[in-house]
């Protein structure tokens, strides 16, 4: 067995015992349906929210972080679709029958979570240019990262693989 494989190994049934852990320990607690209320907040609502306070705060001020949030989102979209119709990863609740469904999935597949692609994407480029946001807005984007894998619509890895992408799509976006 090659490296790379046993490594591969190792990754899979570490997403898999995560997984069902974190599902099965809070699947019927009350911070299921907080859970369940955050990862509707980062569907969009709670984004579009702050680039609309932003908005009228600051008025003409917050146009360019406002727009600059928009079209990092309109890039992420992209590239979030792009890799899941690449990947077509199934959801661990469809794998994994101690698994349950927390809240209905957006789309068919799991690779990479585009929650946390979004959020981290938006957090990256909001406190780029109000750093003081940042208080507020990572411990956001953390809570929606452990939603997705909480209420079984991602592997650990995917949401990982989501905070990757979508630091890497804001970070590049601020250097040009």
């Not at 899979?12 to 995560?18: C, G, I, S």
């Not at 209320?37 to 569907?43: K, P, V």
């Not at 452990?146 to 949401?159: E, F, K, N, T």
Request: with cysteine; proline share 5%; hydrophobic share 55%.
């Amino acid at each position: 067995m090659s490296h790379i494989h046993f490594a591969l190994d190792f990754i899979q049934r570490w997403d898999k015992r995560l997984c069902v852990r974190l599902n099965r320990t809070l699947r019927f607690s009350a911070v299921l349906h907080a859970f369940r209320a955050i990862s509707w907040l980062g569907d969009g609502i709670f984004w579009y929210s702050l680039m609309l306070a932003l908005l009228l705060q600051y008025g003409r001020g917050a146009a360019l972080a406002v727009l600059h949030m928009a079209l990092a989102g309109f890039v992420c979209t992209l590239t979030y679709k792009a890799v899941k119709r690449s990947t077509l990863r199934p959801r661990p609740y469809e794998v994994l029958s101690v698994v349950s469904r927390g809240a209905p999935p957006l789309d068919a597949f799991s690779f990479p979570s585009g929650h946390t692609l979004h959020s981290v994407a938006f957090t990256v480029v909001a406190a780029a240019y109000y750093p003081w946001l940042a208080v507020l807005l990572v411990p956001f984007t953390l809570l929606v990262a452990a939603s997705r894998v909480i209420l079984g619509l991602h592997y650990p890895s995917d949401v990982l693989a989501g905070a990757l992408i979508g630091a890497a799509i804001a970070g590049s976006s601020l250097i040009l």
